[in-house]
């Protein structure tokens, strides 16, 4: 029927002959070339070699980072900045014993680079006044004497991270501001492996 109808419409557009009775003539339905109206289709092999990776592991490390800026001069443009950085790292859920906590000493002068959406930008000196930082695991934290350069993005309520000085930006903590202060906040919980001491 469809094949049928493709050849009337076609039919349509050309000029009957003198001849013609005006009537279309159909072709016989065992002429009729069926249409393939199947998808083509493929397998995609989900299988995986097993690595023994466990997907619930046995000790969950919760990493929190905390920080307070005060910025000035009052009501700015900010031209620097002075705070603290708390870093915590809690094995097990056992808050009373942290497996690791860093408290930095911050000190920052306005960065001539800047961000996308940033108001206020500065090079932030970290100074380690707590903590043994060979203690803690998480591979990003700051080591002492380290300078980041960090940016406020008040629309986003975000603090980005010139990462390693490469000109790349990333969202790096969570900001509220009240007045010319800033708390910062970024925590996340991952799966590790514990060295078996024999103690």
């Known amino acids: 029927m469809l094949a049928g109808v493709l050849v009337l419409l076609l039919g ?8 013609d009775s005006g009537e279309p003539e159909l ?3 065992d002429t009729a070339i069926p249409r393939d109206t199947a ?3 493929f397998v995609i092999d989900t299988s995986f070699t097993d690595s023994g990776f466990d997907g ?6 919760e990493v929190s980072w905390a920080a307070t800026w005060q ?3 009052a ?9 603290e950085l708390v870093l915590t790292e809690v094995l097990d859920g056992d808050e009373l014993e942290p497996a690791c906590e860093l408290t930095y000493a911050l000190t920052g002068q306005e960065s001539e680079e800047s961000c996308s959406g940033c108001t206020a930008t500065f090079e932030v000196l970290h100074y380690l006044s707590a903590g043994v930082w060979e203690d803690c695991a998480d591979p990003d934290r700051p ?3 380290a ?3 960090l940016g406020w993005n008040p629309t986003e309520e975000t603090v980005a991270y010139d990462w390693e000085n490469s000109g790349v930006w990333v969202d790096w903590y969570a900001a509220e501001r009240t007045g010319d202060r800033l708390e910062l906040t970024w925590e996340t919980t991952v799966g590790v492996a514990v060295e078996d001491t024999g103690t």
């Open 12 to 19: 349509g557009g050309c000029a009957a002959s003198e001849a």
């Open 27 to 29: 072709p016989p339905v």
């Open 39 to 41: 998808f083509d289709t």
């Open 56 to 61: 619930n592991p046995e000790h969950l490390l």
């Open 71 to 73: 910025m000035s001069p």
């Open 75 to 83: 009501s700015g443009p900010y031209t620097t900045m002075t705070g």
């Open 143 to 145: 080591e002492d004497g």
């Open 147 to 149: 300078t980041w350069r």
